[in-house]
């Protein structure tokens, strides 16, 4: 790397509280000349089957995330000092028309990786993760899909609708963008229509890791599991915040109880070092639902883990 990257303002010379509004204070991608992670607001929310306000995630986790700092112990590597990250802003997503959004987010995900950044995604609901995965098939063919949730989102329909935040993974698996030997569930719990919905779930292609797990296995046992299910792939990582305990994140919008707590995700997520990761987001976050920031920064820690893992991936 000839020219350092460009880091955060910083803060022992400008207020945290002072601008700019961009994620963790870093540079706008147009003010940099080189972007190796884009990290790009996606605020929309049409996909909801219960509480809306997610389309406010974007602009909530950046806020959250004036308190991170360069140096990140927990896995020793500075995120923003070995890469340059920069934010791609929000894109403008119809909020009225759902094929039109989602072709609008496929397009927006090839545009900012055409120059060869990964992009780390601030949701939005997890509608936008299909057009994501369409996006990052044509390049990397079939996904190893790592997902954290509360929820399986490999319904069929909702409505008769096919393209909701409950679906998004049924679609991705029946569209052929998923390895279907690599892909697993983080965190599910809580309420299911049927007892078929597992079965499709495993024949769609994925593994489950249940957030009761955590009790009897743990974290180490976790990322066992999952490096031995992901290896050799390349991999998307789809965090939904309500894979989280409500206790811990009280700003989403169809929490479940039981949940995980936010040491233990991000304890998890510290694991992925080394897997071929090719891209990530964070969803369903709505401000609206939220106190003291708790979802907010958590969702904001959970970006920070991730933006590291890439940081030591790249060396
Ligand atoms: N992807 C999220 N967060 N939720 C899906 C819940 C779908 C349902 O209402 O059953
Ligand atoms: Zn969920
Ligand atoms: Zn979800």
Known sequence: MDVPPVGPV???RVPRYAGPATFARLPRTDEVSRVDVAVLGMPFDSGVSYRPGARFGPSHIRAASKLLRPYNPALDVHPFGTQQVADAGDIG???FDLGEAISTIEGAMTETRASGA???????DHTIALPILRSLAKDHGKIAVLHF?????TWDTYFGAPYTHGTPFRRASEEGLLDLERCMHIGIRGPLYSKQDL?????????VMRS????????ARAVERLRKRLENAPVYVSVDIDVLDPAHAPGTGTPEAGGLTSRELLNTLRGLVGLDVVGADV????????HAEI???????VAYELLSVLALNRR
């Open 295 to 301: 979802t907010g920064i958590a969702a904001a820690h």
């Open 93 to 95: 997503i119809n909020p």
């Open 199 to 207: 079965e499709d779930d495993s024949r769609l292609g994925f593994t």
């Open 118 to 124: 990964s992009v780390l995604t601030l949701g939005g």
């Open 283 to 290: 969803v369903e976050v709505a401000p609206a639902y939220d």
């Open 149 to 153: 949730d509360a929820h399986l989102d």
């Open 212 to 219: 009761d797990d955590y009790e009897t296995d743990g974290v």
């Open 10 to 12: 910083d803060a022992t």
